[in-house]
């Protein structure tokens, strides 16, 4: 089972998801972007938040319309998004994509990459229209080449980021150590369909890229 969760973020930097539904995808819905699922035509198994950013009537016609509405008060301890990830996280082994996490308010987008290191060790993909964000310890991880991303950056979210190395990639590294500020693996790219990036200590955070020409 796979849990695909939509926040309330500017709908222009959304994918188009009815793109990534199937028969074995459950919708979740946070705050505003409970209307954006319904909006698609899904209907969310479940849809968590405080629904401050939508007007009261609209919160009671979600409420007829969604018994699986859960609403919280405006003042707790976490965000929406965490909400909803601690509740998918407790539902499946299997992969959690967040959508509508990114742009509008900066502070959104840092906290729902914190949740993404708050849960480093299971597969979660934050998207949208531009990139698909996703972090990683140590190991060896295979990248597939997908031309909607062509860009592939590393950036080191722990102190360092000992022995890093990239094979099949324009720019190939072996046993590398990069420290957190640097810069040095921002706009990579794979010349082969698939590659591979290890490393032996530390917290990597991959961004898979494509320029972009929308606007709002």
Same mark, same amino acid.
């Given at each position: 089972?796979?849990?695909?969760?939509?926040?309330? /973020?500017? +709908?222009?930097?959304?994918?188009?998801?009815?793109?990534?539904?199937?028969?074995?995808?459950?919708?979740?819905?946070?705050?505003?972007?409970?209307? %954006?699922? *319904?909006?698609?035509?899904?209907?969310?198994?479940? &849809?968590?938040?405080?629904?401050?950013?939508?007007?009261?009537?609209?919160? &009671?016609?979600?409420?007829?319309?969604?018994?699986?509405?859960?609403?919280?008060?405006?003042?707790?301890?976490?965000?929406?998004?965490?909400?909803?990830?601690?509740?998918?996280?407790?539902?499946?082994?299997?992969?959690?994509?967040?959508? /509508?996490?990114?742009?509008? +308010?900066?502070?959104?987008?840092?906290?729902?990459?914190?949740? *993404?290191?708050?849960?480093?060790?299971?597969?979660?993909?934050?998207?949208?229209?531009?990139?698909?964000?996703?972090?990683?310890?140590?190991?060896?991880? %295979?990248?597939? +080449?997908?031309? +909607?991303?062509?860009?592939?950056?590393?950036?080191?979210?722990?102190? %360092?980021? %000992?022995?890093?190395?990239?094979?099949?990639?324009?720019?190939?590294?072996?046993?590398?150590?990069?420290?957190?500020?640097?810069?040095?693996?921002?706009?990579?790219?794979?010349?082969?369909?698939?590659?591979?990036?290890?490393?032996?200590?530390?917290?990597?955070?991959?961004?898979?890229?494509?320029?972009?020409?929308?606007?709002?």
């Amino acid at each position: 089972m796979l849990i695909h969760i939509v926040g309330g /973020g500017p +709908r222009y930097l959304l994918p188009d998801l009815r793109s990534y539904d199937g028969n074995d995808v459950q919708w979740v819905g946070v705050d505003r972007g409970t209307k %954006t699922l *319904l909006d698609f035509g899904f209907h969310p198994v479940r &849809a968590f938040g405080d629904f401050d950013s939508l007007p009261s009537e609209e919160v &009671a016609r979600l409420q007829k319309m969604l018994p699986e509405l859960d609403i919280w008060p405006s003042e707790k301890d976490k965000t929406d998004m965490e909400i909803a990830l601690d509740w998918a996280v407790e539902q499946t082994d299997g992969a959690i994509r967040l959508f /509508g996490a990114t742009g509008g +308010r900066l502070d959104h987008l840092f906290g729902n990459v914190e949740l *993404l290191l708050k849960y480093a060790e299971r597969p979660i993909e934050l998207i949208d229209r531009q990139n698909v964000l996703t972090v990683h310890l140590p190991g060896v991880h %295979t990248v597939v +080449r997908d031309e +909607r991303y062509r860009y592939v950056s590393y950036i080191p979210i722990s102190e %360092t980021v %000992t022995e890093l190395t990239l094979i099949g990639f324009k720019y190939p590294l072996t046993n590398c150590h990069i420290s957190r500020g640097s810069t040095l693996c921002i706009s990579n790219e794979l010349i082969q369909s698939s590659g591979t990036f290890s490393f032996s200590e530390g917290i990597l955070m991959m961004i898979r890229s494509s320029d972009f020409a929308g606007c709002p």
